[in-house]
Structure formats: structure tokens, C-alpha cells
């Protein structure tokens, strides 16, 4: 365990089903992260939130929502998901000094494998 | 904006094997990291360097600010180094680059 937990490791849905990814980590960082991994593409910066504000949102479509209740706890609610949303999604999280530092002590978490069917 | 490349794409090499993975970037940047992601889709941070040279077991990684180039070595590679290895140039957000896939073979 890296200190960032991902739930559920893996998740198969259908295009109208609501579900969502859970992450959580007991580091005490201040900021936490989505990202998006599609097969054989870089890895994609959805949604930033440095002290649990949404500061970045990466061009994502509304189907995503995004969900910081707390430094600790980062959701990504998903709702009629289309089968190209299929890919590994990503948590991390990191310290930052100010809204706009730059992030130390950068830790993933071990992913969730989403299949949208 | 900044672009990163890694080169080779893809990597086979026999077990002992000294190993080189490159990266360039195209703007000038504060840190640069190097991420291993194993097969199961995990991502662990190896490095971040911002000047010179930094050795952590058989892993070395360098980096040429002035050439905006990093390295990453592996020595004695094993088996279980199979993995995609990513460098991330570090700003407020980090830019990755490709990642180049390692398999070292028995």
C-alpha cells in the first residue's frame, strides 16, 4: 500500500448505470488528483484540488463529477458513461504550499480498472 | 507547452543487462520524476531530480537541465524491473511523457 487506496479495483458498468470511484489517503497531503490512462495513450490530468478547491479541470465532460468533501476522501462520481470511457483511473495525491505550488511527495494509488459496456 | 519523449518505446533485454531509458522535454522545468507502473496498472514515484544524479539500488537517474534530458539506468536488471516507466516533468501539474516498456527476460 503507497498511502493512497483506490476503491473498486476493478468496476464493469453499463452506459446508464451511476457508480463511483472512490480514494482515499492517510498521508496528511493538502492536494489529490484524478487521472485517466486509455490503452497506449499518456497519462491524462482530469481534475486537481489543492485544499479540498477544485483548481483544474482538464476539458472533462460533464458525465465525470468530481466529488472533495474533505483533504482526505476524493470521489469521482460517473453517470452515462460511453465504452471509450474504459481505462485505468488513476488517484494521487501530493503537499503543496499554496494553490499554486508546486506538488512534493507525489504518491499514486493503485488505480481502478473501469470497463464501461 | 511542454512535450515529453521517451525513448526506446518499447524495451526487451536479458536478465543482468545494464538498461538506459531516455527522456527529453521541451521546457525549460523546476523537477522532473520518474514513475515505474507495474503490469497490475500501480504507479510507484522512483525519482524526482531537479539537477545531477540520483541513486536509489540499482535504479540511477540523471538529468542535464541545460539539454533538458534525463536518464534513468537500471544495472543488473532482474526480472521483476518488467514494467512501463514514466518521467513526468513536475510544474504545478506534471506533464508525462509516454513510457517506455521494459520486459527483462530470465
Known amino acids: 500500500e503507497t498511502g493512497v487506496t483506490q476503491t473498486p479495483r476493478h468496476l464493469v458498468m453499463g452506459m446508464t448505470n451511476k457508480k463511483s470511484l472512490k480514494c482515499e489517503q492517510h498521508l496528511g497531503h493538502n492536494a489529490m488528483y484524478w487521472y485517466k490512462q486509455s490503452a497506449k495513450k499518456p497519462l491524462e490530468l482530469m481534475f486537481v484540488y489543492n485544499f479540498k478547491e477544485q483548481t483544474e479541470n482538464n476539458s472533462v465532460p460533464s458525465r465525470f463529477s468530481p466529488e472533495c468533501p474533505n483533504s482526505s476522501h476524493l470521489f469521482l462520481h460517473l453517470h452515462t458513461l460511453q465504452p471509450e470511457d474504459s481505462a485505468l483511473y488513476l488517484c494521487a495525491s501530493s503537499q503543496v504550499t499554496h494553490s499554486k505550488g508546486t506538488p512534493y511527495g507525489y504518491t499514486f494509488g493503485s488505480g481502478t480498472r473501469l470497463t464501461v459496456v | 507547452k511542454n512535450e515529453v519523449e521517451q525513448s526506446p518505446q518499447n524495451l526487451t533485454a536479458q536478465e543482468g543487462e545494464f538498461i538506459t531509458i531516455n527522456c527529453s522535454y521541451s521546457v525549460g522545468i523546476s523537477a522532473l520524476h520518474w514513475l515505474q507502473q507495474h503490469p497490475g496498472g500501480g504507479i510507484v514515484s522512483l525519482f524526482m531530480l531537479s539537477s545531477g544524479k540520483k541513486k536509489h539500488g540499482r535504479l540511477i537517474a540523471t538529468i542535464n537541465i541545460q539539454e533538458k534530458h534525463s536518464s534513468l539506468h537500471i544495472t543488473a536488471s532482474h526480472p521483476r524491473d518488467s514494467a512501463v516507466y514514466i518521467c513526468?516533468?513536475?510544474?504545478?501539474?506534471?506533464?508525462f511523457g509516454p513510457g517506455t516498456r521494459l520486459s527483462v527476460l530470465p
Open positions: 513526468a516533468s513536475a510544474g504545478q501539474n506534471f506533464v
